[in-house]
């Protein structure tokens, strides 16, 4: 039953993306301000910080109402600056820096989060502890999930970088650099991976092709960055399998779950909360 719960918000989810921005209820289960968990629709996700500019994210007891965006629409406009920046100053930078980095971004999450060990039954890695007085542990998952995340929002504020080819380490700042715990010693390690990695992929033009093998939305608030309002927005990891940016191949996906939620009725089963 809970799987059929899942899969009906994946639904839900699926077909707010198609159809546009969509407000869903976002509400804390915990965090440390870099990632944590969501209740969003009462399923609950993992999420990272993709806005690094002193917005805040919510907590237990806190919630706030976002717009349920495409990774490649959600990352042009975090804030209202950022908004005017792409969508209004720079707006060729829509169809040539934002498809690339988001290509790159989906990439890094498909990649070096541990999906094939530690994703579980969901594949959205929910069976992890979520309490956030353990996210400092050195943990296979901590690890990786907050290595991720280092690399998700350095890349915030590189508005005009599409070549990745080069030394990466010259402006992507690595959190845990001279961390010297297990936990630092090993996130810092998977960062420096990321960062060869990415360097060489690129120049082989790699990113020009990719798709990305697992669901990620965008839960945005576009206020301007000091209003109250603007929340910090969060990079949804939503799905247990793959969800390309809107296309045919979503568009399939979406009546596939249909169908089988029409099948579940047919069986007599019911959806609950």
């Known amino acids: 039953m809970k799987r059929l ?59 706030f109402i976002a717009d349920a965006l495409t990774f490649g629409d959600g990352w042009s406009q975090q804030n209202s600056e950022r908004y005017t920046y792409y969508n209004v100053t720079n707006p060729g930078a829509l169809t ?30 929910i069976e992890q502890d979520s309490n956030s007085a353990n996210y400092a542990n050195d943990d296979p998952f901590y690890n990786a999930f907050f290595a991720v995340q280092n690399f998700l929002s350095e890349m915030y504020g590189k508005e005009a970088q599409s070549d990745f080819a080069t030394d990466l380490s010259i402006n992507f ?49 576009s206020y301007p960055e000091a209003d109250p309002n603007n929340w910090q927005d969060a990079l949804i990891i939503s799905s247990f399998v793959a969800v390309p940016e809107p296309s045919g191949a979503l568009l399939i996906g979406c009546f596939g779950a249909i169908v089988l939620l029409r099948r579940c009725r047919r069986a007599g089963l019911t959806l609950t909360r």
């Open 96 to 125: 040539t820096v934002v498809p690339k980095q988001v290509a790159v971004m989906e990439y890094v999450l498909d990649t070096y989060l541990p999906w094939d060990t530690l994703a579980g039954a969901s594949g959205r890695f």
């Open 5 to 63: 719960q899942i899969l009906f918000t994946s639904l839900l989810a699926c077909l707010a993306l198609q159809a546009g921005a969509q407000s869903i209820p976002v509400n804390g289960v915990d965090r440390d301000g870099y990632g944590g968990v969501y209740d969003i629709d009462g399923a609950n996700y993992w999420w990272m910080c993709i806005e690094p500019s002193g917005t805040p994210s919510a907590g237990p007891g806190e919630s």
């Open 173 to 221: 700042v690595d959190y845990y650099d001279g961390n010297l715990t297990d936990a630092g010693v090993a996130r810092s390690a998977i960062f420096a991976a990321i960062l060869d990695d990415v360097e060489a992929k690129d120049g082989a033009s790699f990113f020009d092709t990719y798709i990305a093998q697992h669901g990620y939305y965008i839960a945005n608030t």
